[in-house]
């Protein structure tokens, strides 16, 4: 199990990025939270396997139909096991 760190930049608040995120986290089994920054990006905390990890971040380059993704920074933190579910906030 992993834990990752992402800031996605571009036009990514009010597109339906974070909902839809939960969705795609729910289709692979990741678990976390995603949230909108001040500074108009989203940022990103997920748990899970590799292999789903790694899905998730290949959407996360694209993101919802109507986002304009221009950014995505990923970082590997210490996993810890916090999450049951994948949360918008």
Not at 13 to 39: L, M, P
Not at 48 to 54: N, R
Not at 61 to 84: H, L, N, T
């Amino acid at each position: 199990m992993k834990r990752l760190r992402i800031k996605v930049i571009g036009d990514v608040q009010g597109v339906f990025y974070r909902f839809s995120a939960k969705i795609v986290a729910d289709n692979t089994r990741v678990t976390g939270w995603a949230q909108n920054e001040s500074d108009n990006s989203v940022s990103m905390v997920i748990e899970g396997e590799t292999s789903a990890l790694q899905e998730f971040v290949k959407w996360a380059r694209e993101g919802s139909p109507m986002a304009e993704v221009d950014k995505v920074e990923v970082s590997e933190e210490q996993y810890k096991g916090e999450f049951k579910e994948f949360e918008v906030r």
